[in-house]
C-alpha cells in the first residue's frame, strides 16, 4: 500500500513543469517503496528467514569465531554463505534485544542497505566526469535521478525491505566494476574481495574485472587487481575454514547444490533444477551444461574482453544468467542480482556520455613535397 501511494504520488509529482519535480518524483518513489515499509518492518521484527541466519551466523562468530554449526539439526540452522555475511550479523550480536533502539540498530537488512548504498554512492562518484562543464553537471544530476528511481523500483526496493542480504554482493560486484572501468586495481581488488568473502557465486567477477583491467590499463594492472583480490579473499575466509571445515564445504557448497544432508529450499522451475530431478544422471547433465556455460563466457572475455563498464556489467550479466539457470537449484530471485547490474551499469554510464566535437579543431597536414604554385607571365 505504502509503494503504490509513493509510486502515484511519484506519477502525479514527475507531470510537473518545474525544475525541481524530477527530483521530487524520485524522493517520493523511495519514500513510498523503500523508506515507509523498511522502517515499518524494522520496527516490528518481519523479515524473510535468511535475515535470521545472518543475524545467527554473526552471533556464532562472535562466540566461536566461525559462523557454522557443527552438526546443525534443520534448515534453519543452516548457513549456506562465506565468512564475510556474518559481518552483517554482529551488530544483533553485539546490541542483543535489550530495548527498541538496539533491536533496530541491530538489524541486518539496515545494514545491508546502508552498504549496497554506500556502494552505488561511492561508484558514480568514482566514474563521474571530473570537468566543470554545465552539460556534465546535467548528466550528472540525470544518472543521480534515475539510479535513485531504479532503487525505488520493485527489483530493488522489494528485498532490500523484507531481505537485503544480496544486495551488499549486488553493490561491491558493481562498485569492483566501477573501478576496474577507471583503471584502480588496488580499489577493484579490495571490492571484489569483499564481494567473494560474503557468496562463492562472487568469484566469476574476478575473471571480467581482471579482462576489464588487462584490456584498459595492462597486462601489470590486471595482475595486480587479481592478486588483491585473491589475497584478501583467502584472508577472509581462511580462519573459517581451517576452524570448520566440513561444515563450510556442507553448508557453503554440497546445500546450496541441492547435494547436501538438507533440502535446499531453492526449488524454482529452473532448467537445471528441472534436469536435477531426473535424477543423478540429470544432476551430473546440469553440472555439465554448467560448465560448458562458463566456459564459453569465459573464451568470450578472451576472444572479446570488455572495453567499458556498461560491456563488463553486460558479460558478467550473461555468466551469472548462465549459472542460475543451469544451476541444480536456485530461485527466480536470484536472476535480481544480474538485472540490477546491467541497469545500474547504464543508469551511471548515462550521465558520462561523450560531449558533441563542436569545439575540436582539426589540423589539416602539410604535405612533404608542396606543389609549385604557377606563376603568370606579368608577374615576373
Known amino acids: 500500500m505504502s509503494a503504490c501511494l509513493g509510486y502515484l504520488c511519484a506519477a502525479v509529482a514527475a507531470l510537473s513543469s518545474r525544475p525541481y519535480g524530477r527530483a521530487v518524483s524520485v524522493w517520493l518513489a523511495v519514500g513510498g517503496a523503500v523508506a515507509v515499509p523498511l522502517a515499518m518492518f524494522l520496527l516490528t521484527g518481519t523479515a524473510q528467514s535468511e535475515v535470521g541466519v545472518v543475524e545467527r551466523s554473526g552471533l556464532l562468530t562472535l562466540r566461536q569465531a566461525t559462523p557454522y554449526l557443527a552438526d546443525p539439526r534443520m534448515v534453519v540452522e543452516v548457513t549456506p554463505y562465506l565468512p564475510g555475511m556474518a559481518m552483517f550479523g554482529l551488530p544483533r550480536a553485539v546490541l542483543d534485544d535489550s530495548g527498541p533502539l538496539p533491536r ?169 533444477r528441472l534436469l536435477a530431478d531426473l535424477g543423478p544422471a540429470g544432476w551430473y547433465a546440469a553440472v555439465a551444461l554448467l560448465l560448458a556455460g562458463g566456459l564459453a563466457v569465459a573464451v568470450s572475455l578472451v576472444a572479446r574482453p570488455p572495453h567499458d563498464l556498461v560491456s563488463a556489467a553486460d558479460r558478467l550479466a550473461v555468466g551469472l544468467c548462465v549459472a542460475f539457470l543451469l544451476a541444480p537449484a536456485g530461485r527466480f530471485g536470484y536472476l535480481a542480482l544480474p538485472i540490477t547490474l546491467a541497469v545500474l551499469a547504464r543508469l551511471v554510464d548515462a550521465g558520462r556520455r561523450k560531449e558533441p566535437t563542436h569545439g575540436l579543431v582539426v589540423r589539416a597536414s602539410r604535405p612533404a613535397h608542396p606543389a609549385p604554385v604557377p606563376v603568370a607571365w606579368g608577374a615576373r
Open 104 to 272: 533496530l540498530l541491530g538489524d541486518a537488512r539496515l545494514w545491508c542497505a546502508a552498504t549496497f548504498l554506500g556502494c552505488l554512492w561511492t561508484a558514480r562518484h568514482a566514474t563521474r566526469r571530473r570537468v566543470g562543464r554545465p552539460s556534465a553537471a546535467l548528466g550528472s544530476a540525470v544518472s543521480r535521478d534515475a539510479v535513485g528511481a531504479f532503487v525505488a523500483s520493485p527489483v530493488v526496493a522489494l528485498p532490500l525491505c523484507v531481505s537485503g542480504v544480496d544486495l551488499p554482493l549486488t553493490g561491491l560486484l558493481f562498485l569492483a566494476l566501477a573501478y576496474a572501468a577507471r583503471r584502480r586495481p588496488v580499489a577493484a581488488g579490495l571490492a571484489l574481495a569483499a564481494a567473494c568473502s560474503l557468496k562463492w557465486t562472487a568469484w566469476p567477477a574476478v575473471a571480467v574485472v581482471v579482462a576489464l583491467l588487462a584490456h584498459r590499463g595492462g597486462t601489470r594492472r590486471a595482475v595486480r587487481g587479481a592478486a588483491v583480490a585473491m589475497g584478501g579473499t583467502v584472508l577472509l575466509v581462511l580462519p573459517s575454514a581451517l576452524l570448520s571445515p566440513g561444515p563450510l564445504l556442507q553448508q557453503v557448497f554440497a546445500f546450496p547444490t541441492g547435494r547436501g544432508p538438507w533440502e535446499t529450499p531453492a526449488a524454482s522451475p529452473l532448467p537445471g
